[in-house]
């Protein structure tokens, strides 16, 4: 009795060892934060928008400098080994004359819905064949923009090792695979962004097979299992302390390449009524997720939304958002 009395005793201090250290305390402060904007060509065409108009917005309206750019296998290669790089040249080409730098997601799961964006042709291929075309792909896209400075990391996929999206079951041995051809190929040796939920997971695995690990991080969320709207209880310093254990153990770098500044609710944006929308994401809710990120102590942040901010401004002429976002980047000058 009194041995399991002990172990009861031994198992509470733990786990309230554990809590008080990812759930305690502060983080210290970032000396200099690095803010970016998420873009994604595919998504603003289905927000209705004239994509290189939003583009061109951020570039030079927003003044950002950090761009992360989502590829779309549907886009790049419609028909089999046909790649139409012309769009993503033009984005690249647009960021590099602005003098702004890029972090590249390449690889068949990208951001934004249905995650994995595969062409028509690639849905039906057996596994080995689909991923003989995925490494053809990114081959074609390392190889093209390898000597060009303004794309600064590669992102290989989105979230490769979370189950999330209409997509095949997560493979870490086909990620380290692609992880090896594009470091084998990029002569300028590049960094390498894997990238894992910023919530549900410790980040371990994305350390051991990245250069750097690339979070999300998102607060109010729609939780279809449970058909319901929940706020995240993490405190800022959680994401301090995991990032804290991934650079003690693995000597690896932690970046967050989604800040959530855009709702997310129980259908896709351009289904989603206004009123809906602000039950994830009012002009406060933004403003606290800044006030938010900067309490973590990381030091870059990709803002996830620009697409939205501009669609608010251009379609519904609420311009609040975008001048919002202006503030932050009129900071960084």
Known sequence: MKLKKRLLISLFLFLLAVFSYFFVGRAPKAEKIAWGVDFSQKHAENLGLIWQEAYLALLEDLNVKNLK???????????????????????????????????LVIGMKTPRWPECHLPDWAKTLPKQEREKAVLDLLEKIVLRYRENPVVWAWQVENEPLFDFGDCPPPDKIFLKKEVDLVKKLDSRQRPIVVSDSGEWSFWFQAAKIGDIVGITLYRTVWFKELGVYSHYPFPPVFYHRKAELVEKIFNKRVINIEL??????????????????????????????????????????????????????????????????????????
């Open 260 to 333: 959530q500044a855009e709702p997310w609710g129980p259908k896709l944006l351009y289904g989603l009524p206004l009123a809906e929308q602000q039950k994830t994401m009012t002009l406060k809710k933004f403003r606290d997720n800044i006030e938010f990120a900067q309490a973590t102590g990381l030091d870059t942040f990709y803002l996830w939304g620009s697409e939205w901010w501009y669609w608010l401004k251009e379609k519904h002429q609420d311009p609040s958002f975008w001048q919002e976002a202006k503030k932050i980047f009129q900071q960084i000058d």
């Open 69 to 103: 750019i989502s590829t779309s296998w549907d886009l790049l290669e419609r028909e089999k080994r046909f790649y139409d790089f012309s769009d993503l040249d033009w984005q690249i080409d647009q960021a590099g004359i602005r003098e702004a730098k890029i972090l």
